[in-house]
């Protein structure tokens, strides 16, 4: 059996190399802890599921037994995609749940993410996991707790079929890469009355066609020429454990999920006026504006689904997004990040015009980059993000925001460099008017990082 190691105790889930770092001892004492967990907060009983990862039987049986040993009941949701087990948690009468998927990993790595009494566990509260793993004395409790399964496909379509509803029949083409969201998103688009193209919707755990993630540009190529080849109209796409969306219009542009943000807004903000609109620090600088000019409040804030959530149940905000793909609706919907919801809110609002690539590709928009990755080793991302923040000067900057990094805005463009949470690697993001305006502040950046750290190796 593997030792536990602490480097598998993620920002906001738990996230392992199978036969490395995690395998099903490990799953087990994680499945105790949390159970621990659980009853301390008065919880009885933790719904779980699995997406189609190979390892994911073995993990999540064998997590099943850790929660028992600690003396909670189990309903085990068996292969649905993770916003199935935050629903579980809505409807079940079990306010705790934990899914075992990889998310967009390879398909060597594996993990959870949680939720604990009703709250997405994050930071400290992971960490605590670790520690309580490492303080017990292996003892469980006298009366096991119960195991159940549950099939929570149809109450959960008819749930979202029931509450989105679509102006027109639409035909669209929805690309899976293999992950588990495959199992459901067609049953779902055909279930509101669209006719839908399926790519790659076999859930396959070694992910044959392309690496199921959406953000980068290479994994909807297949997508994007399904769209060129059939008279569907737009194209949506998920990650591996379908809590992000992809969406692409049928002349091929990408449109990125701060853009989607801003139909989201739009909408929302018809039924929810004066309302805050949350998303992170790596969003597009036309979305405040945006938000601002349909009767919103903008809310910038820090980057990770986890503390998004939590920050949308402390203002109440009906509606949060990320850069990342997570879209939270707490309006209509429960608050959690969905990919396949959201896919059906989308298309609620698109068959309301005639030409739905028209609405999406006129949405403002900027010359930007994707994300760059500067790499270090573990810990320098830290080091290096506290050094900048104390010491770098920016002239000819408006504004820095430093909730999360420092995004630094200008009045033709923003730029931002954070730590990231998961991995020893600083985050850069550049936006602006002009392609000679991006690469000033590209260079601005580059100035500051090259001062701190001469040997940097810089992706731009």
Known sequence: ???????????????????????????????????????????RTVVIGRDGRLSGPELSAALAAGLQAAGVDVIDLGVVATPMVYFGTNVLGAASGIMVTGSHNPPDYNGFKMVLAGE???????????????????????????????DIKEQYLQRVIGDVKISRPMKIAVDCGNGVAGAFAGDL???????????????????PNHHPDPAHPENLQDLIRCLQETDAEIGIAFDGDGDRLGVVTKDGQIIYPD????????DVLVRNPGAQILYD?????????????????????KTGHSLVKAKLRETGAPLGGEMSGHIFFKERWYGFDDGLYSGARLLELLTR???????????????STPELHLHLKEG??????????????????????????????YPD?????????????????FEAETPVALARIQAEFKRVILAARPDAQLPF
């Open 380 to 409: 320098e991302n830290v080091t290096l993000m506290d050094h900048l923040r104390a010491n770098a000067t920016f002239p000819g900057s408006e504004r820095i925001i430093d909730i999360d990094g420092l995004r630094v805005e």
């Open 281 to 301: 620090v790596k969003c597009t600088r036309h979305l405040a504006p945006w938000i601002a000019k349909h009767g919103g409040e903008p809310l910038m804030w």
């Open 189 to 207: 688009y055909r279930g509101m009355g669209c006719e839908v193209i399926e790519l790659f919707c076999e859930v396959d755990g070694n992910f």
């Open 353 to 367: 015009v005639e030409d739905p690539s028209a609405l999406m590709n006129a949405l403002p928009q900027s010359d």
């Open 120 to 150: 997405a566990i994050h930071g400290a509260t992971i960490t605590a996991l670790y520690e309580s793993i490492q303080a017990h004395d292996g003892s469980v409790a006298a009366t096991p707790g119960s195991y159940s399964t549950y």
């Open 413 to 429: 463009g923003f730029g931002l460099a954070r730590s990231s949470n998961t991995t020893p690697v600083i985050v850069m993001r």
């Open 259 to 266: 853009r989607q943000m801003m139909l989201f807004a739009a």
């Open 1 to 43: 059996m593997l030792p536990i190691s602490k480097t598998i105790f993620k920002a906001y889930d738990i996230r392992g190399v199978i036969g490395s770092t995690l395998d099903a001892g490990v799953a087990g004492k994680i499945g105790q802890a949390f159970g621990r967990a659980a009853l301390a907060k008065g919880e």
